[in-house]
């Protein structure tokens, strides 16, 4: 453990020295600052574990230094010392960021000791939780990137596609509506090719409903729906092989879960389809224990997946963010292994 005592007297640093040394188990090296300036100098060369800083410093205080140490963000916690009676500055030193304060006539090895173990450990505590709120805030804002790029996605299909269809039926019938009312002429557009229309409508709607959740998911379950996706994948690509081997339960599988194994499986193909070509391919979905794990693996081209995670634009072409995001969301850990001539391996894991 590194410390650093900020202390104008060397009786007490002596003091504080000989006190370390008497406690078991543990080993410190102490450093000693004895003037403010050179405790500035100190902690911008070197990483300190834990301040143990005096209020008396000569011409400026303890309290400046503190002040200091927030502004610069140091993460490292800080003990107060001070003499009887120092109340008032006891409560500013709080006030201002300090993680405790000690009484120079009440320490014992055991008191500094628990002191400082109970400190180092909440500032350890209270890093963990600031970088998880920054995590999660970071995380719930591409989500919401990813949702608002989601609706722009349907937002154009239905526009493009299923609308320009809906114009074009309303435009038959509004043609072979207008002949019939004059003077009973007949239509000028075939009915079958409004029927054609209306068919190419039906299926676009489904497209685009499948798009946004696969209705066997919820109707056959998640066994039928990777099962229905690897089938339907090889009559596109049919050139390579695909080993499905789902040797778990449908009642295994938390609900929302389902859709998360579905959308990586689904991802991770996508990506065997655009930059792989591989011949073969593994899809195992399996329970070992209280854990779920999906694997899928491809004999492919493989890559540098530190090359690929690093560039935004092979992250976002290849999807290594929303598959990294969803398997985040649902509490799980998402591996990627991958070699470039040596194939690729995408593993997910989550506890149930």
Do not use: C
């Not at 154009?156 to 509004?174: M, P």
């Not at 229309?197 to 409903?209: H, L």
């Amino acid at each position: 453990m590194k410390i650093l005592l900020v202390e104008d007297d060397e009786d007490d640093y002596v003091i504080l020295r000989k006190m370390l040394s008497q406690i078991p188990g543990r080993t410190y090296d102490l450093e000693w600052a004895s003037e403010f300036e050179k405790a500035l100098l100190k902690t911008s060369q070197t990483d300190y574990d834990l301040f143990l800083v005096d209020y008396r410093l000569g011409i400026q205080n303890g309290l400046e230094l503190l002040r200091v140490f927030q502004d610069r963000g140091y993460p490292a916690p800080v003990i107060f010392l001070t003499g009887r009676g120092d109340y008032e500055i006891d409560v500013q030193a709080m006030k201002g960021g300090a993680s405790d304060y000690l009484e120079k006539g009440d320490l014992n090895p055991t008191l500094l000791e628990r002191s400082m173990r109970y400190n180092i450990e909440r500032a350890r505590t209270l890093q963990t939780l600031r970088e998880s709120e920054q995590k999660l805030r970071k995380l719930s804002a591409k989500v919401l990137n990813a949702q608002e790029n989601e609706r722009k996605i349907v937002a154009r299909e239905i526009h493009d596609g299923l609308g320009s269809t809906l114009t074009a039926i309303r435009f038959a019938l509004e043609q072979n509506l207008s002949a019939a009312a004059s003077d009973g002429k007949s239509a000028t557009i075939p009915l079958g090719q409004i029927v054609d229309m209306v068919r190419q409508a039906i299926g676009e709607s489904q497209r685009i409903s499948t798009s946004l959740r696969p209705p066997v998911l919820d109707v056959l379950g998640l066994i039928q729906a990777l099962s229905s996706l690897s089938r339907e994948w090889t009559e596109i690509y049919s050139d390579i092989r695909i080993d499905k081997q789902l040797e778990v339960r449908e009642g295994d599988i938390p609900e929302p879960l389902k859709i998360v194994i579905y959308r990586i499986a689904q991802e991770s193909l996508n990506n065997i389809s655009k930059h792989s070509r591989a011949g073969n391919v593994i899809l195992r979905l399996t329970k070992t224990g209280a854990q779920i794990e999906l694997m899928i693996k491809d004999d492919g081209l493989g890559f540098d997946v530190d090359e690929v995670v690093l560039s935004k634009t092979s992250r976002g072409g290849m999807g290594l963010g929303g598959m990294q995001e969803r398997a985040d969301l649902s509490n799980g850990i998402l591996e990627i292994l991958s070699e470039k001539g040596k194939g690729t391996v995408v593993r997910a894991y989550w506890p149930t």
